[in-house]
């Protein structure tokens, strides 16, 4: 008797691991296409990329050059240009995009007339594609008849080569670029607004808190989170720019709008230095790495 009990027990207990197996297989199975595209379209090109930044791959040869894209990369010019350009056009973009989204969520967390239009008015730029959006401001920005001009000059106020001055150019394609990407920034940003408490302001309220200090105190540390995935994506979104630079400006005038994957692009289609372009790209995912690395480790640390 006692042998058939710890035969029936040893079958169960087969029966029980089988049926672990059985659901980690399943597991396995629903978690891979994630992990094929990773590997396959994201870990394979940037480990071809890293090798044909050490060659001087031109679509035809790929001779081991070592360290000497790099070199060439440091002392040029163009790079400089780019890098500052990147660094200049991503700061103003987040910064306005960040600052106008939470202030227009703000506003349109509150009940108005037409809340709906609004708010659709608003996110519906960030949904049209680049292209379009960006021939619209090229119309926008057209020197004798665009919008622009046409405004400052009723006015008074004389007109602006906006996409044909050095000065003007850059301003130019963030306003544009701020204006398409502001109501994303805004949705998430009520999205994070109508998560908070209702009983947090009533609290603060009790305790004498004015609308200020209510903002302060109350909405804007319970918005870290939010504030710091929207820092995040926008920081690499806004270093990959390059739909709006090629189609407005082509990175002129004199490269004052040029990027550094504007000057990738250049580099690979027009100069078809392969290998150089590969080395720029690997830069350009350093840069992006450290510094999401870098707010990662101090933006978890203030969420805590």
Known sequence: ??????????????????????????????????????????????????????????????????????????????????????????????????????????????????LPFLRTAFFMPHITSMVAVSMIWLWIYEPSHGLANSFLDLLGIRKIQWLFDETWAMPAVILMSVWKFVGYNMVIYLAGLQSIPRHLYEAASVDGAGAGRQFFNVTLPLLTPVTFFLFITGLINNFNVFEQIQILTGGGPMNSTTTLVHQIYNRAFNDFQMGYAAALSMVLLAIIAFITIVNFKYGSQSHE
């Open 1 to 114: 008797m006692s042998e058939s009990l710890a035969v029936a027990k040893m079958a169960a207990g087969r029966r029980k691991k089988a049926v672990r197996l059985d659901e980690d297989r399943i597991g396995y199975m629903l978690i891979a296409p994630f992990y094929i595209f990773l590997l396959v379209f994201v870990l394979i090109p940037i480990a071809v990329n890293l090798y044909l930044s050490f060659t001087n791959y031109d679509l035809t040869n790929a001779d081991w050059v070592g360290l000497k894209n790099y070199r060439i990369l440091f002392s040029d010019s163009f790079f400089h240009v780019a890098l500052k350009n990147t660094f200049v056009y991503t700061f103003f973009t987040l910064l306005f995009t960040l600052g106008l989204g939470l202030m227009l969520a703000l506003v349109l967390n509150r009940k108005l007339a037409g």
